[in-house]
């Protein structure tokens, strides 16, 4: 008994291991009674290989031929007790995966120095967030007129939202000028003007008919324009010579804070009393 258990524990010869890891990756691990180590030095090796064959990429085969020549310094320093740090085998399989990875997936990382503007814009909000949040506050008011003009066209003017609204004259044929009045507006509040087909085509109403059309009331709320007929306002209509209700939009928008005014410590702040309105 005595004999046996010292013959396993004596140190078994570096030279032999080494050539043994040479010939077949693990296998000297393995004659250094480390079979698990062995094993799992066999499997890496095989894992990189065929990895670097199927990729084709020869510059790729450093990787295999660098755990090839860790596994036998490895085995003889086994022979020896004295086993070698796995980084070295670690780091070059990493390396390997998410070079070959990046690759074969199409990850580009010069994509983090492109579109700096647009990351900007979407990094800048993260870094200062708005604890006080915010929403938008709309009202809409329409007015229908008739296009082109009928016999007798019904009167364009109407009241919604606390907003009336007139133009004049009552109907209008394409590119003709029309008035729009308005009253019960937010005062010196910027509102927008478009047009809208009776199949629901908008059009625009500002320089050409290529840009919205913005306007900003008085100090009473009160609006006074001169708009145009877009001269492609018919052009979906199934008969362009039959009369149709059209509708002109104004809209307007505020910017209101979630949190309500207070008075008890003085009176509100700018932004909270133009939320007000």
Request: charged share 15%; aromatic share 6%.
């Given at each position: 008994?005595?004999?046996?258990?010292?013959?396993?524990?004596?140190?078994?010869?570096?030279?032999?291991?080494?050539?043994?890891?040479?010939i077949?990756?693990?296998?000297?691990?393995?004659?250094?009674?480390?079979?698990?180590?062995?094993?799992?030095?066999f499997?890496?090796?095989?894992?990189?290989?065929?990895?670097?064959?199927?990729?084709?990429?020869?510059?790729?085969?450093?990787?295999?031929?660098?755990?090839?020549?860790?596994?036998?310094?490895?085995?003889?320093?086994l022979?020896?007790?004295?086993?070698?740090?796995?980084?070295?085998?670690?780091?070059?399989?990493?390396?390997?995966?998410?070079?070959?990875?990046?690759q074969?997936?199409?990850?580009?990382?010069?994509?983090?120095?492109?579109?700096?503007?647009?990351?900007?814009?979407?990094?800048?909000?993260?870094?200062?967030?708005?604890?006080?949040?915010?929403?938008?506050?709309?009202?809409?008011?329409?007015?229908?007129?008739?296009?082109?003009?009928?016999?007798?066209?019904?009167?364009?003017?109407?009241?919604?939202?606390?907003?009336?609204?007139?133009?004049?004259?009552d109907?209008?044929?394409?590119?003709?000028?029309?008035?729009?009045?308005?009253?019960?507006?937010?005062?010196?509040?910027?509102?927008e003007?478009?047009?809208?087909?009776?199949?629901?085509?908008?059009?625009?109403?500002?320089?050409?008919?290529?840009?919205?059309?913005?306007?900003?009331?008085?100090?009473?709320?009160?609006?006074?324009?001169?708009?145009?007929?877009?001269?492609?306002?018919?052009?979906?209509?199934?008969?362009?010579?039959?009369?149709?209700?059209?509708?002109?939009?104004?809209?307007?928008?505020?910017?209101?804070?979630?949190?309500?005014?207070?008075?008890?410590?003085?009176?509100?702040?700018?932004?909270?009393?133009?939320?007000?309105?």
């Amino acid at each position: 008994m005595i004999s046996r258990t010292s013959s396993l524990d004596s140190p078994r010869s570096s030279l032999v291991a080494g050539l043994l890891s040479a010939i077949l990756p693990g296998l000297g691990q393995i004659y250094a009674r480390r079979t698990y180590r062995g094993a799992a030095v066999f499997l890496s090796t095989l894992i990189t290989v065929l990895t670097v064959v199927w990729y084709g990429a020869p510059a790729w085969y450093l990787v295999p031929v660098s755990i090839w020549l860790w596994n036998i310094f490895d085995s003889a320093s086994l022979a020896q007790g004295r086993p070698r740090s796995s980084l070295v085998p670690l780091a070059a399989i990493l390396v390997m995966g998410y070079g070959i990875g990046w690759q074969v997936t199409g990850i580009d990382p010069s994509a983090l120095t492109k579109n700096l503007d647009r990351a900007t814009s979407i990094i800048r909000p993260m870094m200062s967030p708005d604890f006080v949040a915010h929403r938008e506050t709309l009202n809409t008011g329409w007015v229908e007129v008739q296009v082109p003009c009928g016999p007798t066209p019904p009167p364009a003017v109407n009241a919604v939202n606390g907003i009336d609204l007139r133009l004049s004259p009552d109907c209008g044929n394409l590119n003709e000028v029309l008035i729009l009045q308005a009253s019960g507006l937010w005062p010196n509040n910027d509102t927008e003007v478009s047009w809208v087909t009776p199949i629901g085509d908008t059009y625009l109403l500002g320089e050409n008919n290529t840009a919205p059309l913005h306007l900003t009331t008085d100090a009473d709320g009160k609006l006074n324009a001169a708009i145009r007929v877009p001269p492609h306002a018919l052009s979906a209509a199934p008969d362009p010579t039959l009369p149709l209700a059209h509708r002109v939009y104004l809209i307007r928008a505020a910017i209101r804070s979630r949190w309500p005014c207070t008075t008890l410590s003085g009176p509100c702040s700018t932004s909270c009393a133009q939320s007000r309105r």
